[in-house]
């Protein structure tokens, strides 16, 4: 027996002399509100009609309803909003403030919504690199959907500044299936895609998803030499650091950031080799933690080398500290000023792990 629903509203009582109604009236209503603002700062930077730009169409114009850059606008509003899923989009194609946010509000035909779902949607996501084909007609141009992370960074600021840092980072994207190219990551313990991540401060300039059976500086020094090689294009004088964790201590990129004028503090995985180089510091630092009752550091500045997995040898400034239980802990940070100094053996120059280190 089908359920028929004839009241139009609910009393909740009173509060303060008011009365609380919950009625159905209200019209076409919505919970994102605030992606208002979202529209707003688009407007700014234009950024989703030259994303669209990066696609290309060749779908016959007299049957399109939803042109491309409806699509990429609603994706990408749609991924802004927390909506991950295609399937969001069979209820988002009639939302108010996403079509306020397109800029389409009617569709042209009547048996269409104002907004895509997720089956033309998915033609965008299945767009084919560099072209299109016999079934799929929308292709995109990767190198200039790259390009254009950089472009927005460098537009965001007035006047060139004197010196930027890049952060490097590789995180896990957990899978919840059986994707294609899943692996089991022991360190994160679970099945995930390993992407790489390079930020400079709050501006992303590079995201690139990659399978979690590699190393976690797989492909950082074509991304990094990318994307320097735009920077300086435009900034030619700015000075560049790399920073990132010890899983990007690496000889082809450290090699590489010296060969190209880019410092680069990475960190540098603790060993025994390393530990013994420190151990008069870890001594003194235990020894002094104990005298003040409170946590005592010691640094130590040596040259570096490896036997097989470097080409050279590197600065390195060691951390000796105590842990909280008494054991003794070290970590050590690799750092340049640079590749000239290293082959010299200056020993003149102080050196630093900052990364506004100055060069000697």
């Known amino acids: 027996m089908t359920t028929e629903c004839i009241q139009d509203s609910l009393d909740f009582g009173t509060v303060d002399g008011r009365r609380v109604v919950g009625a159905f009236d209200g019209g076409a209503i919505t919970s994102d509100g605030g992606a ?114 950089v472009t927005l960074f460098l537009e965001a600021h007035q006047r060139p500044p004197k010196s930027i840092v890049l952060d490097l980072d590789a995180t896990d994207d957990p899978l919840h299936g059986h994707q294609e190219g899943r692996f089991f990551h022991g360190y994160y313990d679970t099945y995930c895609y390993l992407p790489l991540y390079i930020f400079c401060g709050r501006h992303l300039l590079a995201a690139k998803l990659r ?54 503090v990475f960190g540098l995985a603790r060993n025994r080799r390393l530990v013994a180089k420190i151990k008069r510091e870890l001594v003194e630092a235990r020894a002094e933690s104990r005298a003040a009752l409170r946590p005592a550091r010691r640094f130590k500045v040596f040259d570096w080398s490896t036997r097989e997995s470097w080409s050279r040898p590197r600065r390195v400034v060691a951390k000796a500290s105590p842990s909280r239980r008494g054991r003794r802990a070290c970590s050590t940070r690799a750092s340049t000023a640079s590749a000239a100094t290293w082959r010299t053996g200056s020993r003149n120059a102080r050196w630093t792990c900052s990364p506004t280190a100055r060069r000697p």
């Open 36 to 149: 208002l603002l979202l529209g707003a700062a688009d407007k700014a930077i234009r950024l989703i009609a030259r994303f669209a730009v990066c696609f290309s169409d060749a779908r016959a114009p007299e049957l399109i309803e939803h042109s491309l850059e409806t699509l990429v606008g609603q994706r990408v509003f749609g991924l802004a909003l927390g909506y991950e899923d295609l399937n969001d989009h069979d209820l988002l194609r009639h939302d108010p403030v996403m079509a306020t946010l397109i800029g389409k509000l009617e569709a042209r035909r009547q048996d269409c919504a104002p907004l895509a779902g997720k089956s033309t949607l998915n033609r965008l996501e299945q767009s084919l690199r560099g072209g299109v084909g016999r079934y799929h007609k929308i292709g995109h141009d990767t190198e200039a959907i790259e390009a254009l992370f």
């Open 211 to 264: 399978r979690a059976n590699i190393d976690a500086a797989h492909g950082a020094r074509e991304e990094v030499e990318r994307i320097v090689r735009q920077i300086r294009a435009r900034w030619p004088n700015v000075g560049i650091v790399l920073r990132a964790d010890s899983g990007f201590c690496r000889d082809d990129l450290m090699s590489w950031c010296e060969e190209n004028r880019v410092e680069y």
